[in-house]
């Protein structure tokens, strides 16, 4: 079976039963450093780019990005791993708050650094990782504390994600443990797995590896359709998983169960900027829908949905609530481009953190016309998200005069979410989009007419947000007084 077009009336039924689900998450957890910076130069002293350093930023990584991931979108996590007493692992649990995940159940280990890895970042580009960590095994006495740590949650919650990145932490017996207490008190468990020995991981609900992954475990080497059924299927036998999962990058994903036919899910079209934290976010959002009482099939669909989320992102960066509806949305109708001033709060917080460039216009934009097009796509042009702000009905007349506007707000709205160029409206009943740019905090104000940028009463409150102010030359005779002149023949 392949899903031709999803079934996007189910998955909006599901997100509402997703919050306040409470899921477990056990595995590897890990700091995430980004350096961002800036190359533009090579060094003298080898041929290898000079990065100059603008930012640094920590992100939980690892199981913390699952359990990151499941707050984002909001749900409840119980984070349970090993940090080291040291400077990385306060930094960790700092970067844990703030993604609102809370720490009282990771446990410290003197004898143990925390997993750092570091990432240099130029522009979108990963320029080199470095890594510190300790893959040695457990002492007996560690393992025991986190068991029992387990075992005291799992009966407290929903579902259970076993994140394994082979740093040492989810080895047989701790997996198992796991496993078998989830098997007790009938909860879903999802595993992100790691290495050959997929016995570890018998008799969990659900196995997500990707292809390569799957080819190692199996040891078939998957070239085509047939190999990648013959290796789903060796998996289904060799763990005695109820499914496995193989997520196979821009080819989608494909679910096998012993009990139906193979089902492939095809990848949505998206720009691909890192692919980094896709399967943290893939295991969390299964889990959570699978938490929610959803079949597997559907919970498939909403993770590949959250995956394209993540990786038209830069840097490890959960899937939140509203993303998840925006790309539902995505497939629906253009009106949910429109969106109220709260709601494009959170919106544009959102967009800054993943540093992309917000471009905002405002106008009456009063019956739509090839000079209105022509500007917005050239305003586009200088970011990723183009914001309009849209003038009331009621602004409208006090700008235009008392017969104005001749299309109502709403239609307006709607006109123009439907350009491919627009991603969000929002109505506005001022005068001046004073309070619209404080909220919006645009790298660029565009304005289109025949002012000057120095001029405009906007630029001083852009500029002292951090923004520019650009003005782009109408096109002569396009207005819309000319266009209603000529409808009535003056």
Known sequence: MRYNKLPMDNLKTILPKMQGKKVLVFGDVMLDEHIWSNV????????????????????????????????????????????????????????LKQAHVPTQYLIKDNQRPTILKSRIIAGSQHVVRVDREDRTDLPNTLKEQIVKAVQHIIPLVDAVVISDYGKGLVTEETSQAVISSCRKYNKPVAVDPKGENYQKYRQAT????????????????????????????????????????????????????????????????????????????????????????????????????????????????????????????????????????????????????????????????????????????????????????????????????????????????????????????????????DNLIKLIKPDFHIKGGDYKAAGLPERKLVESLGGKVLVIPPIEGRSTTNIVKRILGK
């Open 206 to 433: 659900i196995i997500t590896p990707n292809q390569k992954e799957a080819s190692v475990a199996s040891r078939i080497n998957i070239t085509d359709r047939t190999g990648l059924r013959k290796s789903g299927h060796t998996l289904l036998r060799q763990t005695k998983c109820k499914f496995i999962l193989i997520t196979r990058g821009k080819e989608g994903m494909s679910l096998f169960s012993s009990q139906s036919k193979e089902q492939h899910i095809p990848a949505l079209a998206r720009d691909v900027f890192d692919i980094t934290g896709a399967g943290d976010t893939v295991i969390a959002v299964l889990t959570l829908t699978l938490a929610a009482g959803a079949d597997m099939k559907d919970a498939v669909v909403l993770a590949n949905i959250a995956a394209s989320v993540v990786v038209g992102k830069v840097g490890t960066t959960p899937c939140s609530k509203w993303e998840l509806e925006e790309a539902i949305a995505g497939h629906e109708s253009i009106a949910r481009k429109i969106k109220t001033q709260k709601e494009l709060t959170n919106i544009t917080k959102n967009l800054r953190s993943a540093q992309e460039k917000i471009v905002f216009t405002n106008g009456c934009f009063d019956i739509l016309h090839l000079g209105h097009v022509r500007y917005l796509r050239e305003a586009k042009k200088y970011g990723d998200v183009l914001i309009i702000g849209l003038n009331s009905d009621n602004s409208v007349k006090l700008l235009k005069g008392k017969d104005r506007p001749y299309v109502s707000e709403l239609e307006r709205a709607e006109i123009l979410a439907s350009l491919e160029c627009v991603d969000y409206v929002v109505i506005f009943s001022e005068s001046r989009p």
């Open 40 to 95: 533009t130069r090579i060094s003298p002293e080898a041929p290898i780019p000079i990065a100059d350093v603008q930012r640094i930023t920590h992100v939980p990584g690892g199981s913390g990005n699952v359990a990151a991931n499941i707050s984002a979108l909001g749900a409840y996590p119980y984070l349970v791993g090993i940090i080291g007493q040291d400077s990385s692992g306060a930094k960790l649990c700092k970067a």
